[in-house]
Antibody
Framework: QVQLQESGPGLVKPSQTLSLTCTVS??????????WSWIRQPAEKGLEWIGR???????DYNPSLGGRVSIFVDRSKSQFSLMLTSVTAADTAVYYC??????????WGPGTLVTVSS | FMLTQPRSVSESPGKTVTISCTRS????????VQWYQQRPGSSPTTVIY?????SSGVPDRFSGSIDSSSNSASLTITGLKTEDEADYHC?????????FGGGTKLTVL
């Protein structure tokens, strides 16, 4: 089963850009069975899908994030990354990377807490 | 569309509990429903996928179903154990968007 691990800064200032990376192991990031995804969870709240990246590089994003999101891949490092621009306190959350296979998020990283604060 | 779950449910060990997930618009049958279990401090894990398929290693005490008349999905857990205490999230797809319910906290007491 694929394993995922998030990495990146735990603190981001308001109006700046949040950047996180997910390292994939246990399977190839080029495996066409998977969509590589980001999901977040504010404290004491539910999960929110952010977006996904296919093995061919196509992307889909949650429209509620208003075009602030981009997800891209670095195949040489078996990593995919999230950028979220113009962050506010409302973007404070645990961010998970996950592997979407079929209709289910099969594998999840352990999650990383990102706090937006000055 | 939105998926609405009860915020919390509680039941005694050995009993049966059902958690509902109601779709606000569009048919519940239009896209598969998944259920995830999330213990405190941990990532979610798949319990049910494609409406009623148990994920590998999930005991048969867990079952999923959909009901078109109420436009909802349900997760039923029989023979409750204290280890079942967790948050449960439903999820489905529509209009290019993967949507999660708000999560239900199951307390087994």
């Amino acid at each position: 089963q694929v394993q995922l691990q998030e990495s990146g800064p735990g603190l981001v200032k308001p109006s700046q850009t949040l950047s996180l990376t997910c390292t994939v192991s246990g399977d190839s990031i080029n495996n066409g069975l998977y969509y590589w995804s980001w999901i977040r969870q504010p404290a004491e709240k539910g999960l929110e899908w952010i977006g996904r990246l296919s093995s061919t590089g196509t992307t889909d994003y949650n429209p509620s994030l208003g075009g602030r999101v981009s997800i891209f891949v670095d195949r040489s490092k078996s990593q995919f990354s999230l950028m979220l621009t113009s962050v506010t306190a409302a973007d404070t959350a645990v961010y998970y990377c996950a592997a979407l296979r079929g209709f289910s998020f099969d594998s999840w990283g352990p999650g990383t807490l990102v706090t937006v604060s000055s | 569309f939105m998926l609405t779950q009860p915020r919390s449910v509680s039941e005694s060990p050995g009993k049966t509990v059902t958690i509902s997930c109601t779709r606000s618009s569009g048919s519940i049958a239009s896209s598969y429903v998944q259920w995830y279990q999330q213990r405190p401090g941990s990532s979610p894990t798949t319990v049910i996928y494609e409406d009623n398929q148990r994920s590998s290693g999930v005991p048969d005490r867990f079952s999923g179903s959909i009901d078109s008349s109420s436009n909802s999905a349900s997760l039923t857990i029989t023979g409750l154990k204290t280890e079942d205490e967790a948050d449960y999230h439903c999820m489905s797809y529509g209009s290019g968007n993967w949507v999660f319910g708000g999560g239900t906290k199951l307390t087994v007491l």
